[in-house]
């Protein structure tokens, strides 16, 4: 049974940085694209960033690049997103989810067939 869970959210100030873990059991981690999305209030799920399998290629959403970086420890098991330079609008739950195995990383939800419980991230201005 795949069980990802989600960790190191929390509240801080704009500016600040936090650095989101995934850990992941119940699948061959390595062998699988990963991907970060999050859930603002009243709005969609929307893609955040996503890495290939292996060590693989990585995607970012234009409104995280240069601050956000998706990164993976396939020996460890975890997805980590690292946020520099957090804004209020990057409040949000943030969601953990595994994708193709084998696969490329993707934007699409579709692609992702197992979701963490979330891990909320409040910015305060």
């Known amino acids: 049974q795949v069980q990802l869970v989600a960790s190191g959210g929390g509240l801080v100030q704009a500016g600040g940085s936090l650095r989101l873990s995934c850990a992941a059991s119940?699948?061959?981690?390595?062998?699988?694209?990963m991907g970060w999305f999050r859930q603002a209030p009243g709005k969609d799920r929307e893609f955040v960033a996503a890495i290939g399998w292996g060590m693989g290629s990585t995607l970012h959403a234009d409104s995280v690049k240069g601050r956000f970086t998706i990164s993976r420890v396939n020996a460890w098991n975890t997805l980590y997103l690292q946020m520099n330079s957090l804004k209020p609008e990057d409040t949000a739950v943030y969601y953990c989810?595994?994708?193709?195995?084998?696969?490329?990383?993707?934007?699409?939800?579709?692609?992702?067939?197992?979701w963490g419980q979330g891990t909320q991230v409040t910015v305060s201005s």
């Open positions: 989810a595994s994708g193709r195995r084998w696969g490329p990383p993707s934007v699409v939800n579709s692609d992702y067939d197992y």
């Open positions: 119940g699948l061959t981690f390595s062998n699988y694209a």
